[in-house]
Nanobody, 124 residues
Framework: QVQLVESGGGLVQAGGSLRLSCAAS????????MGWFRQAPGKEREFVAH????????YYTDSVKGRFTISRDNAKNTVYLQMNNMKPEDTAVYYC?????????????????WGRGTKVTVSS
């Protein structure tokens, strides 16, 4: 069993930055890709970014490219999402998830463990 706990959310002004963390316990994350998703009020959950098991390959949804960076520290069993130049449309609950593959992908159906989320609010 894997437990994922997100942290680092909060209130930030437009143009500001936040760094989300996702700490895992129970089993190592090092042999799986990891992803970040978000769900805005009244909207469906959407893919944000994923990172391969070794951190070499990353992929982002178009709306966050150039602003967000996903990274991981397998020694600490932790994945991060650095969010810069934030916009009000980034407001959402952010979830990390463990993929069932090494490389990762944007489909939520291939992720089998999810955290409870951390709330991010960007004010204009």
């Amino acid at each position: 069993q894997v437990q994922l706990v997100e942290s680092g959310g909060g209130l930030v002004q437009a143009g500001g930055s936040l760094r989300l963390s996702c700490a895992a316990s129970g089993r190592t994350l090092s042999t799986y890709a990891m992803g970040w998703f978000r769900q805005a009020p009244g909207k469906e959950r959407e893919f944000v970014a994923h990172i391969s098991w070794n951190g070499i390959s990353t992929y982002y949804t178009d709306s966050v490219k150039g602003r967000f960076t996903i990274s991981r520290d397998n020694a600490k069993n932790t994945v991060y999402l650095q969010m810069n130049n934030m916009k009000p449309e980034d407001t959402a609950v952010y979830y990390c998830a463990r993929d069932t593959t090494l490389s990762g992908g944007p489909s939520a159906t291939e992720y089998n463990y999810w955290g409870r989320g951390t709330k991010v609010t960007v004010s204009s």
